[in-house]
């Protein structure tokens, strides 16, 4: 990938196998379109009521010319499910943006 990718792991030990799974899902993005500026994307597991099992958050900002685009909020118990529906969303957000220009 040559646009500049940021992963940060929050509230969680860091993983090598989400990492290669971020930079994969990063690159298809590029793939789909290639004036991605900046990437930056955030996994944390922050504390949740005991009823509930531990969640996983991902937050994506994509920045591409003349906007940011913003993925927040994308929750699961698994966090390779959490990742496809962040990526997803952020997938359909670039593709709004590309038919805009």
Same mark, same amino acid.
């Given at each position: 990938?040559? &646009?500049?990718? !940021?992963? &940060?792991?929050r509230d969680?030990?860091? $993983? #090598? *196998?989400?990492? &290669?799974?971020?930079?994969?899902k *990063?690159? =298809?993005?590029? !793939? @789909?379109? $290639?004036d991605?500026?900046?990437?930056? /994307? /955030?996994v944390?597991?922050?504390? =949740?009521?005991?009823?509930?099992?531990?969640?996983?958050?991902?937050r994506?900002d994509?920045? /591409?010319?003349? =906007?940011?685009?913003?993925?927040?909020?994308?929750?699961?118990?698994?966090?390779?499910? @959490?990742?496809? #529906? @962040?990526? #997803? *969303? *952020?997938?359909r957000q670039?593709?709004?943006? @590309?038919?805009?220009?």
């Open positions: 990938m040559k &646009t500049p990718l !940021q992963i &940060t792991f969680m030990p860091s $993983s #090598d *196998a989400l990492d &290669t799974h971020i930079r994969e *990063a690159q =298809k993005l590029e !793939q @789909a379109f $290639s991605i500026v900046s990437c930056r /994307v /955030v944390d597991q922050p504390a =949740k009521h005991q009823q509930q099992g531990k969640l996983f958050n991902v994506i994509l920045g /591409v010319p003349g =906007k940011q685009i913003v993925v927040d909020k994308q929750e699961n118990e698994d966090a390779y499910v @959490a990742l496809r #529906d @962040a990526f #997803d *969303a *952020a997938r670039l593709e709004d943006y @590309a038919r805009q220009l």
